[in-house]
Each structure stands twice: as structure tokens, then as C-alpha cells.
């Protein structure tokens, strides 16, 4: 009766009786007597469930699992293996309608069998140990969760089960290992149909009111140093399915800081009923909450981190919470990311931004437009358009493969649709509002993934790339740091070779994640919004280049760049040449924007202190004088910043001039070398008519920074650069390494070719 078991006509009665026993005892192995070494029985996710529950202390529900022995047991049972290998034999698995129609016969032939008396009891046997009156059912296929191919999504799983309807969601698990997506993908893989197995979990259902999913790293960029959470109302099926745009959380790993937060619209959720599962709308009030407090999201980030240390790897964790209680349902190994050797850089050219969504991948796709509303529709959509659609699931995974990028118009980062995507090396961007309208079918466009935000933009606009090999890249002597204006590329440049950031500038956060002018929200009253909204900005890059130093320049607008912030003019001069007119340290110690200042400062002392990112470092720009100097450190101690190490831009001949008084206020000097040619040789950098004649090798300005550089050493203070001369020239970046400079600092593009260069000079 049992499959490979062998019994001879002369072994007796008992025997026979002990050999059957054994067999059923590996019918059905409870969640205690398992591990990883069990994948083979169980399958990944069971194996996962028991090795979490035996060798870590985080909270899992209990359970069983009905095995894999178990299904080669029913499928020999109910003789199903002929007429499945005569399906596959006679299917075109790359034609999608003949794909479609050979997996629904193959699981009708399964859903319609029995189960053999002896293992049905068992079955129901067992579930009665729990002790449970509702469970969730879960696929678990022997060659999933791998940690080069997560078959995630391949089979079915069910929540809110009951004992009567118990064995016909088993069946339908076990049907589930040919589903479309499954049988595609294990061809892709080139895994045998036939020695892959299902095995089902039985688990204690916890009544979740919220779940979600979380990654123990980012999960774009592959960054180590952070765990990524989603979160939304009701059970956890919707945030997988991309059916939820979720909450989402950044933690960082090293300093166990919430670095960002951000509220998900959660329009939908689903519940448990009397009957199973139904999706519902979520209360107004709800969406407008997080589903998690501040101290929820570190205990979860803590339990990540045990199943990432127990594992030795990043991972994919499903967790949810009921009553206040916080468990982990299940853990994989990520697949995608787990080594970043190399940098791929984009540039993008400009064009009109349809819409915009979460970016999925660091890449650019572009296309013509096929919207397909379900999934019956799939015969129209060919080979390399861009899929959009409202969200994905399994079943949509053969067409997602045909895709060259894929919109949704619901799903958060760690939705199905993101997770295939990755897995596929397709960019994606998810929660693009009413995408499915706003596009037309045909339409040219491109998804330009390359931030954490993905933009859509109107036809095939021109874009390069250049792959870097991270790991090839010689150290230097002279440090080479970068300049980072947006907190989204933290998380790529962060991972390229470099020594740090040489410039972070608060003006792209206030721009970009605030938009208003200061003073004008602390009319409002909103000082709170300001600080939280600059200090995440700031937190991204610091923690995204832990523990290396972060150089923050303060806020350097000049007075037009502020009069076009959202109510700048009320507050704003107008002034014939900003350029040397009210910026830098001259508006910090104004009287006038003195309180705007100090949200600037209690944003850096939240980075800095509360988040316990040290490597932060203060640089002040455009200090004329010996007594603005004075006035703007006396600010910083007064707002608490007094013992952040500082530094002082080096961009005004003063400033060199004076080098040995800066220095009894400062630790080190950055060279801005645009304002210190525009001041230096009198020209208006921005006057076209004298651009000509602007130029940073010019030997005065050159004469003013090796003066900088040796009188600073002397003073035992470091020098660095993060102007654009570097950038631009390669015998400027010479001239720098030949005066010794500590640092040069560059835009994101020039850090391979500087890093070569500077190694190539320091060789001579």
C-alpha cells in the first residue's frame, strides 16, 4: 500500500505491522521534530516553521506537516502518475493556452481523488492535537525556498480552514504543485516535474488584525545594514498578493533606529468569516494609521535579525500580530541581492512625467503599453510590451516573464508583483495610482526605476548605462568620497567603492520631501513636520554609509532658491546678485531666520543623537568672517550641537586667507571650488557671457588651495574638495593628489573614473 515499501511473503505478521507503523510515522511529523535537514520531507517552508521553532526563541505558531511521502502516497494511490506525465508529454508549456488548459486538468485529476483511509485518519487525527477550531493550510514544495530560486507564490495556500473542510484544501494544495505558474517555472528552472513534491503545513490560524512581510535587507539595492517591513490591516494574503498598498519601515540594523516611516493607503483588507475569507474596505480611520507602534517595529526588527543570524543570510519573513502580539508564520531565504559585486549606473534624460509609483529594480524599461484588466486576457499581450495591470498574482507569472517592466496600480515592495520582478530582473513599479486609465494600450513610454520613486515618462526617452565591478576597484591613499544630493540613492552609492560623502545637501531634502519655506510652517505650527521630514532625509544617507563619515552641509539656499519654496515670497528678499548676497552663515545668525535655523539644528541633533548616527559630521557653508564663524558655533551650542565634529567650506579667499583662525573653530576644511573661482576671479557664475573665462584650473585659485592644504596639515586639520573641478578635469584631480589632499569628493558618475585615476597618479 505505502510507496517503496518492499515486504517479503516471509517476513511475519509483526514485522510487516512495524514496517507499517514506521511508514505512517512519516505520513505526518509535527513542527517540533523538524528542521532544514528535512527539506526533502517536508519542503522548504515546513522545514523553515520547524527549524524556527526548535533553534530560535521568536514566536511561531504550531503545527504539522503532511508530507511528502504522504503525497507520492495519495498520487500512487489514486494512480495519477501516467495520466500527469501524458498531459505534460503532449503540452507546449511556452504557449500560454495550452499551458492553461493542461494545469487545470492535471489539478482536477488531483482534486478529485481520495485519500487512503489510514492516511485521512491520521490527518484528522493530528489536527485535533492542535487543539484549534480554525487553521491555515500552506503549500510547501521540496524544491522551494531555495536561496538562488524562492518559487514564491508557485503554490496555494488557505487561511481561516476548518476540520469538515480540512482534507478538500490538502487536495487542493496538492493540486496546487501544478499550477500554471508552477509548471512555467519549473521549466524555466529546469527542475523535474516529478521529483519535486508537496508537502502541506497544518498551522494554528492566529487571528491576526495586522501582517505583513519583512526583508533583512533592502530590498533594491541589497543593502545589509537595514530590515524593510510591510504592514497592513487583516490577514496577510492581500500585502502578498499586491492586493494592499502597505505600510512600509526602514530599520537600521546597526543602531536599531527607525530611519523612515511611511503611511500606505490600506484601502483594502481581508478578514475571517464563518464561511472562510472575504476582502473588505478598511475603515477611513485605519488607513490614516500605522499598523504598527515605533517599539512593535524594533521587537519585530529583533526577531529578523535572530533568523538571519541563525540562518547566516538575509531574509524573507512573514509575520502578523493579534491581540498585541507579534508572531513570525514564516521564513525563506531572499533570492535576490545577496551579493553586490557590481554597480550599474543609469542616466535618464528628462521627459514628461505621467505618472509615478514605487520603483522595483534599479534599471530602465521601455515599451508599448498593454493594459490587461484579468488575466483571461492574456493572449492579447506579446512579448516585450510593458504589462500594466491593477496587481499580479501567481497565475500571472508566464506573462510577467514576456514583460520587459510591469506596472501595477496597488501593491507595496514586498508584493507578489515586486518579488517576481526582482526575481525576473524586470523593473516594476507598483502603487501607480488609476495606472490602468491613465495608460493606453500601444502607448509609448518608460519606467525610469533608478530612484526609490519610479517615474513614467511619455515615449522612449534616451537613457545610458555603464556597469561597474565594485569588487576590482583599488584602495587610495586619498580618500575618495561622493556628493549626494537625494536620500533614494543612499542606498546604491552607498554600496559603490568609496571612503563616504564628502557633501550631503539639505537642500534637495528641503526641496524635495518638504517644499516649503520654514518660517511659513512655524506660522502654522508645524515645526514637527519640518524636523521629522528633514532628519529621515538626512538619516537615510548617514545610516545608508554607517559608519563612514557623512559631511551634512547646512542649508545653502540663496534667496531666489528660497522664494520658490511653497510661501517664499512672503518671507524672501529680493536681491540683484544672490549669489553673494543673504546665504550660508550670514542667514543662520539673522535675527530673522534665527528659528528656522534651529529646526535645521534640532533635525541634525535627532540624527545624530536620538538615532545614534555618529558618523554624521556638520559642515558651515559661506562663512565670511572671523565673527560669523564665532556667532554660528555659539548657534550650534546653543541648539546642541556643540560636540558634532564640524567642518567649514573653503570657498571664500578668506577663508584661506584666515585659515589659521577658521581653524580654532573648525576640525577641517571642504573646498567649494565653484564659489572660490566665482570669488576669486570676480566672475558671476552665472552670467553666460563670462563663463568663458570661468575657470577652476585658473592658477590663482589653484595658488589659494595648495595654501589651504599646507597651512590646514599644519594646523592638523584635513582638506577636502567637493567641487565639480574634479569631475571635470582630470589634471585638476593631479594637481590635488600632488598637494596631498585628504579627500576628494564627487558626483555620483565620476567615482570609478576618479577612484582609477587618483590610484594611477599615486602609483607614480
Partial sequence: MFPNVLISYSKTKNQYIQLKQKKIMQLVKFFDSLSMKDVALVGGKNASLG????????????????????????????????????????????????????????????????????????????????????????????????????FAGQQESYLNISKDNLLLHVKKCFASLFTDRAISYREDKKFDHFKVYLSVGIQQLIKSDVSGVMFTLEPDSGHR?????????????????????????????????????????????????????????????????????????????????????????????????????????????????????????YQVSTGKIIAKGSSIGRSVAQGKVCVIKNIKEMKKFKKGQILVTKQTDPDWEPLMKLAS?????????????????????????????????????NQKITLDCTNEIGNILSGSIKFSKRVHDVSKVQKTNTKILVNIGNPDLAFDLSQMPVDGVGLARQEFIISSYIGEHPLKM????????????????????????????VVVRLSDFKTDEYRSLIGGEKYEPIESNPMIGWRGSSRYIDKEYEDAF???????????????????????????????????????????????????????????ILEHEFS?????????????????LGIDRNNEKLAKEFDERNEAVKVLISTLIKNAHKDGKTVSICGEAPSNYPEFVAFLVKNKIDAISVEHDSIIKTKLLVAKIEKK
Avoid at 505534460?88 to 492535471?106: D, E, F, H, P
Avoid at 485535533?128 to 503549500?139: E, F, G, N, T
Avoid at 546597526?254 to 490600506?266: N, V
Fill in 51 to 150: 527549524e524556527m521553532i526548535c533553534a530560535t526563541k521568536v514566536p511561531v505558531p504550531y503545527g504539522f506537516a503532511i508530507t511528502s511521502e504522504a503525497y507520492k502516497y495519495f498520487i500512487k494511490y489514486n494512480k495519477l502518475s501516467s495520466e500527469i506525465r501524458k498531459i505534460l508529454k503532449n503540452t507546449n508549456v511556452k504557449k500560454v493556452t495550452q499551458l492553461k488548459k493542461s494545469g487545470k486538468a492535471i489539478r482536477s485529476l488531483i482534486e478529485n481523488g481520495k485519500f487512503p483511509d489510514d492516511l485521512e485518519k491520521l490527518i484528522l487525527k493530528s489536527f485535533d492535537k492542535l487543539k484549534s477550531d480554525k487553521v491555515a493550510v500552506r503549500s510547501s514544495a521540496t524544491a522551494e525556498d531555495l536561496p538562488d530560486a524562492s
Fill in 405 to 441: 517592466g510591469i506596472i501595477t496600480e496597488v501593491g507595496g515592495t514586498t508584493s507578489h508583483c515586486a518579488i517576481v520582478s526582482r526575481e525576473l530582473g524586470i523593473p516594476a513599479i507598483v502603487g501607480v495610482d488609476n495606472a490602468t486609465h491613465v495608460l493606453k494600450n
Fill in 522 to 549: 512655524i506660522k502654522e505650527h508645524r515645526e514637527k513636520e519640518y524636523i521629522e521630514k528633514l532628519a529621515e532625509g538626512i538619516a537615510k544617507i548617514c545610516s545608508a554609509f554607517y559608519s563612514r563619515k
Fill in 598 to 656: 534651529k529646526l535645521e539644528c534640532s533635525a541634525l541633533r535627532r540624527v545624530f543623537y536620538d538615532m545614534k548616527l555618529t558618523n554624521l559630521v556638520i559642515m558651515v557653508p559661506f562663512c565670511r568672517t572671523i565673527s560669523e564663524a564665532v556667532c554660528v558655533v555659539n548657534l550650534l551650542k546653543k541648539f546642541g550641537l556643540g560636540n558634532i565634529p564640524r567642518y567649514v567650506m573653503a570657498e571664500i579667499p578668506s577663508n584661506i
Fill in 225 to 345: 545594514s537595514f530590515v524593510f517591513i510591510n504592514g497592513s490591516w487583516g490577514l496577510g494574503d492581500y500585502i502578498v498578493q499586491g492586493k494592499t498598498n502597505p505600510d512600509k519601515f526602514i530599520v537600521h540594523k546597526d543602531t536599531l533606529t527607525l530611519i523612515s516611516k511611511k503611511l500606505g493607503r490600506k484601502e483594502r483588507m481581508e478578514i475571517r468569516t464563518k464561511k472562510g475569507v472575504k476582502g473588505i474596505s478598511v475603515p477611513k480611520n485605519l488607513q490614516k494609521k500605522f499598523v504598527l507602534n515605533d517599539k512593535e517595529v524594533l521587537q519585530l526588527v529583533k526577531y529578523g535579525l535572530a533568523i538571519e543570524k541563525h540562518y547566516k543570510r538575509p531574509m524573507d519573513i512573514e509575520w502578523c500580530k493579534a491581540s498585541g502580539k507579534l508572531w513570525i508564520v514564516q521564513s525563506r531565504p531572499v533570492t535576490v541581492n545577496v551579493k553586490k559585486s557590481e554597480y550599474v549606473e
Fill in 664 to 680: 580654532k573653530y573648525f576640525s577641517g576644511f571642504s573646498i567649494g571650488s565653484n564659489d572660490l573661482t566665482q570669488l576669486t
